[in-house]
């Protein structure tokens, strides 16, 4: 866990010294394992309120905090016709609260897959009450997407790329307990007409079986 918030904070301080410089991006989003996100552009303002019970959406993503499990499904090919097969797995995930109400991180392990992991870095922006959803492995820090929360509902998206084409990713946080959440990730090559979901994580409280 240490190593995770010292790990955090200092993506976090890269992320945050682009708040500044930037305007709020496009709700588009990035993936686990795809190639370099491409550049965020900006994001008209919006009337979405924050979920009920977090003034300000601050808080929309402490849920996260502790240990959880998580059981993939994951389409291996995606954005490809001719390809359907689905892979399953188990993930292990430590949340931290990083400090001053930044955000939060959390890492991303598959213990089948001792050579994987990542980290996700949640990053909210008290001046446009927006979160960014950022991913990080192997030295790079993609592109975030962007959203908030509705009802209890998180939306994120953002443009990135996928196999050298340009598509939108979207994550989608729901059914959220203290025990379960539900994540998952689609793509579109349409510019957001049309949506493939790809991945789904099922989270729960405790350790891999």
Request: hydrophobic share 40%; charged share 20%.
């Amino acid at each position: 866990m240490s190593r995770l918030l010292v790990a955090s904070c200092l993506l976090a301080c890269t992320a945050l010294a682009g708040f500044a410089a930037t305007t709020p991006p496009t709700p588009d989003a990035a993936m686990p394992a795809v190639a370099t996100p491409a550049a965020v552009t900006p994001v008209a303002a919006t009337s979405i309120a924050a979920s009920p019970g977090t003034p300000g959406g601050g808080q929309d993503f402490d849920f996260l905090a502790g240990r959880w499990t998580a059981h993939n499904r994951r389409l291996v090919r995606p954005l490809d016709p001719a390809a359907d097969a689905w892979e399953e797995f188990d993930s292990v995930h430590d949340g931290v609260l990083l400090p001053n109400g930044v955000g939060v991180a959390d890492d991303f392990r598959i213990p089948s897959r001792p050579e994987f992991a990542g980290l996700a870095l949640q990053l909210h922006d008290p001046a446009t009450g927006q979160w960014r959803a950022y991913w990080y492995r192997n030295g790079v820090l993609g592109a975030p997407l962007a959203g908030r929360f509705v009802d209890g509902i998180g939306v994120f998206e953002g443009p990135d790329t996928h196999e050298g084409r340009p598509i939108r990713t979207r994550y989608t946080w729901s059914r959220i307990t203290p025990r379960s959440a539900r994540w998952e990730q689609a793509y579109s090559e349409d510019g957001g007409r049309t949506w493939e979901t790809n991945w789904a994580m099922d989270y729960r409280r405790g350790e891999v079986d």
